[in-house]
């Protein structure tokens, strides 16, 4: 018993030391895995992977800043128009329209010819029961009375600081001999006789249109142009920088029972000798509506038209450009159609001047129709 359980003993003491050479090995054979990493392809295809991710969120990151930017200019636009268009529905609402009252319109027929208009926008100048300004606060309201003289143009001064953006007139007018404190004829004129003279005011001063043998009207001063910066009582409405408006003639049948069809133009009546009473205004008896068509340019695009990038002011000839890119009002045709295939054409970056991409992608033209209270 004794010598068994002594063998015994001894085999059981003698394991373990048969098991010692091995412990190492294991150990060594646990380390080399736990050393283990990525190999230098799969780091490869890794890096790949996350730059390709990299450029795609970036990708979609600009495309969606580009359409915010686009989508809030659009908006700012829209925003201008409907400013600048419900503007001139409440002051045509309330235009007078009497034969005996004069207004500055384009093909207009006057003593020295048809009033023609500079540069590449119109004007247009009428009374209406709309705010005006008075040149001083002591008048009296007897002396005020409820009519303005309203306008609306492009100013075509590149020393102003309203260069190439739409403005509106709207002085404040006295009853007839009843002049402003200022001393300036500010009356309401009728029927003025002056032999090439379109006269608002009853007498030559800060109103009236003079004409001379080119035709050519100014308001403010006789320089011979609508829309130069003189009168301090335009005030700036925005980012219009083209307007352009024309008539939309009644239907009509004259005394030999031809009809004459609804139709634009560019002269507000038939102008024909033949229609017998339809060849003057007389209180815009052929006018069924003024059709205003506006070509907007935003804030931030304008920043392209610049002298320099530290001026504020407009380079006139880019603007110029801007505006000699889209064509007059055409008889019998939409303006609107005219101007949406300019600005759709791909030549209209390079037309008179070479005008910015960046600018002449950022175009937008409206128009609108005004239908006479008569």
């Known amino acids: 018993m004794n010598l068994e359980t002594a063998t015994r003993s001894g085999r059981q003491n003698e394991a373990p030391a048969e098991e010692e050479p091995d412990m190492p090995q294991r150990s060594q054979s646990r380390a080399g895995k736990k050393r283990g990493g990525f190999t230098i392809l799969e780091l490869l295809v890794a890096m790949a992977v996350l730059a390709l991710l990299v450029a795609m969120v970036a990708q979609l990151t600009d495309s969606t800043s580009a359409m915010t930017t686009g989508s809030r200019r659009r908006m700012n636009a829209d925003a201008q128009a409907r400013v600048v268009f419900d503007r001139m529905a409440s002051d045509l609402s309330g235009m007078v329209m009497r034969p005996d009252l004069d207004a ?59 260069f190439g953006q739409l403005e509106r007139l709207g002085k404040g007018l006295t009853w ?56 301090g009582d335009f005030h700036l409405l925005g980012g219009v920088y083209r307007m352009e408006y024309g008539y939309l003639l009644k239907p009509f049948t004259d005394a030999s029972g031809v009809f004459h069809p609804a139709r634009y133009s560019s002269i507000p009546y038939y102008g024909d000798s033949v229609l017998q009473g339809h060849n003057s205004l007389k ?40 505006q000699g890119a889209l064509p007059d009002f055409a008889e019998n045709a939409s303006c609107l159609k005219a101007w949406q295939a300019a600005v759709g054409s791909p030549a ?10 960046a600018a002449a992608s950022q175009v937008r033209v409206y128009q609108r129709c005004f239908y006479l209270n008569k």
């Open 283 to 322: 209180g815009w008896q052929d006018v069924a509506a003024i059709v205003v068509t506006l070509a907007i340019l935003d804030k931030e695009s304008r920043k392209t038209l610049r002298s320099n990038s530290s001026a504020g002011t407009l380079d006139p000839t880019l603007m110029k450009s801007m």
């Open 348 to 357: 209209f970056a390079a037309a008179s001047g070479n005008i910015p991409a």
């Open 104 to 162: 500055i319109c384009k093909g207009l027929s006057t003593a020295s010819g048809p009033i023609l208009m500079t540069e590449a926008n119109d004007a247009l100048y009428f009374l209406s029961r709309a705010p005006g300004f008075f040149d001083s606060q002591s008048l009296s309201a007897a002396q005020k009375s409820d009519l303005a003289l309203v306008g609306y143009r492009i100013n075509s001064d590149p020393a102003n600081s309203h």
């Open 176 to 231: 007839e001999g009843q002049p402003s404190a200022s001393g300036t004829a500010n009356g309401i004129a009728f029927l003025p006789s002056v032999s090439g003279t379109v006269d608002l005011s009853g007498a030559p001063g800060s109103v009236s249109a003079y004409l001379g043998s080119n035709g050519m009207a100014s308001i403010g001063t006789a320089s011979g142009n609508f829309a130069d910066g003189v009168d």
